[in-house]
């Protein structure tokens, strides 16, 4: 029996010491000997959660199982300091005494008001991620930098995996997601993840305000972050965008204890000013390199043309802004033209006064001392501190804008009034986000907590994303299914095959079940052998070739699972070549040619690969791309191996040849120039061959496509202008004019649906993804070759047909921009294209 004293040790923040003496007790309660313990407690800035470290006058020779007892209410006390997170407005008081926490007032007065509580330092430090408390008024740190790109991870010190909530649901990487074409998922995959981030706040683990999603265009396939992104077009990042900002900051949460986002339906909550949390849109803006030879991400100057912002990299941030409604944005370490993204007003200015943007802008963590460290874009600290604030940037991740805003404002650089618009954003967010309203444990998310995480909805979603993701490349002879009613052996072969770190990718977090191909398979096949062939994914040596053959030639069937890791692509990394790493594709090429069968190819990592090798050796039947497939992507690949699956996904991003490699990476321009043997970039305007195009996807069955209704012909009223075209591909009947969408008043009248009906052809149900391009008369220089305008997901029954609709706005669909940057519409004869059905509509005016 013990008698425990406990008392709380004053010490420097961030450390609290809680000292605890036992006192081990006869049966009479008489008190013998003494023995101090002293926790020492590191405190999370983020929300007091805290670590313990035991230190024990008690010698462990003394510990009993009684002590053992001990220990675990020491973790239970410390787990309780890591329980609740801390908030301002905690006291009943403070609801009188400071406007900021009146909960009846509206956001900007009660913005308003704090600000003008702060004294000139409270307020210069609140311009860093990890912002200072505020003591006087009751407002505790706080840290704005949380990560959940495609679920919750462990970059940045806004998240903690030590304490009640040891894991969370690692969903596909987004690349791999976004190759599903499926809207609906993409939102309840941001819904999943925004129940276990709350969550895990609720149990002083997480912030609120998480920076993702990464929604740059996937430009070049040897940027190393590509694999974040939902690839190379902008009408399918835009989507994703939208879709994923509004599941994650509470579009479709549906309340209540327990909640958990499964396929069964959701409530959607009605558009208000609040934020279950806040989605941050990155990175701003045309940001896609991070080292090439000499050229660094911190130091880049991204040349771009008007034209390409305007069509290719600012439509995703628009999208994400106006109709994803997001609460942050943050601005990118390269320059654009000469400006640092984050010291550009005029980019900045854009988003709020033409955008409508109502948010935080951040800087991507120290992007603001590299305005004068390395891209010498001022003259002196201070100017660079003045630039980026004046500028419109909010907030600093880092400690530059800390340490030095005082001396700019000293110097007259930037006034006080300059960093009060700051705060007024950021606390704008914080009230919106609930954290002035009082303990957010009884708040309308309270409830949520460990019960929550990794539940069996998230991870039958994290499958079902893995499922619809992977894409099949190549199935001769339909070679694809096995046939899991036969008795057969078989063989997983390659360094990634029974590799776990395969299955995140880049800001990945500690996922809850994780299964590898090999640990998958067997679940299918007891008995499947498994060799790594290569000891790593770089590969520099053929050692473990021979066991990798062995193994080829005493089973049935092998598969072999190689490609990338962040080895070979991650943030700070860029590829310089499209082929496999090292000896990689020789071990394809060795297991080949000594299987019994004709091969499985499964090809991992984010980024495209040349792969031709294999495309055309007739000993590799199937090829299968599972990306960075997440915890369930062991799963999701064998029940498309032995047929329980029929693949959907389909390519985000082309696949080129390794002479690509050739074009130098630095070089921004979208539009292919044969003056300078420039061939262009992605599908919209690359003109060389490829190894698998956009779009690419097989299914085990087959589709046909009907576009059974839509209009023959568009004239618009036009009491305006009508534009001749200097630069026209001279073409019989192609109407030698266009018009400027700014003076177009009636686009949304223009809107027509159209009509298509897919039919299965095959002998096996599916999910098909139906994609409509739009192709635009050949009449004006910069024209892209084709642009995606629609698409639906769809499932089919074998011989049967489906139909499906997709909206066409015209404004937006049929048009592209100028030289200027203005959108346009060619006036002629368009063609809209789903498969090998095309139909064309003529634009006139009247």
């Known amino acids: 029996m013990f008698l425990l004293a406990l008392s709380f040790v004053p010490s420097p923040s961030p450390c609290v010491l809680l000292q605890l003496v036992l006192y081990p007790c006869t049966k009479q309660f008489k008190v013998s000997n003494p023995s101090k313990i002293v926790i020492y407690i590191s405190k999370n800035m983020q929300s007091g959660s805290a670590t313990g470290l035991l230190s024990s006058e008690m010698s462990p020779n003394n510990w009993r199982p009684s002590s053992s007892l001990f220990l675990l209410l020491l973790q239970f006390i410390i787990s309780s300091s890591n329980s609740h997170p801390q908030f301002p407005c905690s006291q009943p008081h403070h609801n009188t005494l400071y406007p900021f926490c009146n909960t009846s007032l509206p956001t900007s007065t009660r913005a308003q008001s704090l600000v003008s509580l702060l004294t000139l330092n409270e307020k210069i430090q609140q311009l860093s991620n990890s912002a200072s408390g505020i003591p006087r008024l009751g407002i505790p740190p706080y840290e704005w930098w949380s990560e959940s790109l495609h679920g919750i991870a462990t970059n940045g010190p806004g998240v903690s995996f030590n304490g009640s909530i040891a894991s969370a649901t690692s969903f596909p990487q987004v690349i791999v997601t976004a190759a ?12 999943a993840i925004a129940v276990e981030a709350r969550a895990m706040y609720n149990f002083g683990q997480a912030g609120l305000t998480f920076w993702a999603p990464n929604i740059n265009i996937f430009r070049d396939p040897r940027w190393g972050r590509g694999q974040e ?39 959607v909550l009605e558009e208000s000013d609040g934020l279950m949390l806040s989605a941050c849109c990155k990175h701003f803006t045309a940001y896609d390199l991070e080292m090439w030879g000499k050229y660094s991400r911190y130091s880049f100057n991204a040349v771009v043309s008007e034209q390409d912002l305007e069509d290719t990299y600012q439509p995703p941030f628009r999208s994400c802004i106006q109709q994803g409604k997001a609460s942050c944005l943050m601005c990118s370490y390269n320059a654009v033209n000469g400006v640092p993204a984050c010291a550009d007003k005029d980019l900045l200015d854009k988003v ?12 991507d963590c120290d992007a603001v001392a590299t305005v004068f460290e390395y891209q010498n874009y001022t003259k002196t600290i201070e100017d660079a501190v003045a630039d980026v604030l004046k500028a419109g940037t909010d907030i600093n991740c880092g400690t530059y804008l800390v340490r030095n805003t005082l001396s700019t404002i000293k110097q007259g650089k930037v006034q006080e009034e300059d960093i009060d618009r700051a705060l007024l954003n950021l606390f704008s967010v914080q009230l919106r986000l609930g954290l002035f309203d009082g303990d957010p444990i009884k708040g309308q998310y309270g409830r949520l907590g460990p019960q929550d995480v990794c539940t069996s909805e998230h991870k039958n979603l994290a499958l079902e994303a893995a499922r619809q993701g992977i894409v099949l490349l190549k199935n001769d002879k339909k070679f694809l299914p096995l046939n899991k009613g036969v008795d057969f052996s078989l063989a997983v072969i390659g360094p990634l095959a029974n590799n776990a770190s395969l299955l995140g990718g880049g800001y990945t977090g500690i996922p809850c079940n994780p299964k590898t191909p090999f640990e998958g398979l067997q679940e299918y096949r007891k008995g499947t052998s498994y060799t790594a062939g290569c000891h790593d994914v770089p590969c520099d040596s053929d050692t473990g070739f021979k066991e990798a053959i062995h193994a080829a030639k005493e089973a049935d069937f092998s598969v072999i699972v190689v490609g990338l890791d962040a080895s070979q692509e991650r943030e700070d990394h860029d590829r310089v070549s499209l082929l496999l790493p090292g000896k990689q594709m020789a071990l394809v090429s060795s297991v080949a040619a000594a299987s019994k069968n004709p091969v499985i190819l499964v090809l991992a990592g984010g980024g495209p690969l040349d792969v031709s090798f294999a495309k055309k050796d007739p000993r590799i039947a199937s090829i299968l791309y599972i990306g960075y497939p997440g915890e369930t992507g062991g799963r999701a690949l064998s029940e498309i191996i032995f047929g329980d699956f029929n693949p959907s996904g389909r390519l985000t991003m082309t696949w080129y040849f390794e002479s690509f490699t050739n074009i130098p990476m630095n070089d921004m321009n979208m539009r292919a120039d044969p003056s300078r043997g420039y061939p262009g970039r992605t599908y919209r305007f690359y003109t060389g061959n490829r190894v698998y195009g956009f779009g690419h996807g097989l299914s085990y069955t087959n589709f046909t496509y009907n576009i059974v209704s839509a209009p023959t012909k568009l004239s618009i009223q036009t009491p305006f202008k009508v534009y001749s ?30 009509e298509i009906v897919v039919m299965n052809v095959g002998d096996m149900d599916g999910s098909h993804t139906v994609m409509l391009y739009s192709r635009v008369p050949e009449i004006m220089k910069g024209a892209p070759k084709q642009q995606l305008i629609g698409f639906n997901q769809v499932h089919t029954i074998s011989s049967k047909s489906t139909p499906t609709s997709i909206l066409v706005d015209p404004c937006t669909h049929l048009s592209f921009a100028n030289d200027y940057g203005e959108r346009v519409m060619p006036l002629g004869d368009h063609m809209l294209m789903v498969g090998d059905a095309t139909h064309s509509i003529t634009v006139e005016t009247n």
């Not at 599903?180 to 819904?191: E, M, P, V």
């Not at 509004?246 to 549906?254: A, D, E, I, L």
Request: with cysteine; proline share 2%; aromatic share 12%.
């Open 180 to 191: 599903a074409f499926n809207r609906t998922l993409w939102n309840l995959i941001g819904s």
């Open 229 to 267: 992104t939902p690839g190379e077009d902008p009408m399918v990042a835009s989507a994703y965008a939208v879709e994923f900002v509004k599941g994650f900051q509470g579009g479709s949460w549906g309340g209540g204890s327990g909640v958990r986002n499964g396929f069964g339906g959701r409530r």
């Open 352 to 363: 709020r006064e033409e955008w409508g943007f109502k948010g935080y802008i951040t800087s």
């Open 725 to 754: 075209i200097k630069n026209v591909l001279h073409q019989a009947g192609d109407a030698n004019g266009y018009l400027r969408l700014d003076e177009v008043s009636s686009c949304d009248s223009l809107r027509f649906s159209v």
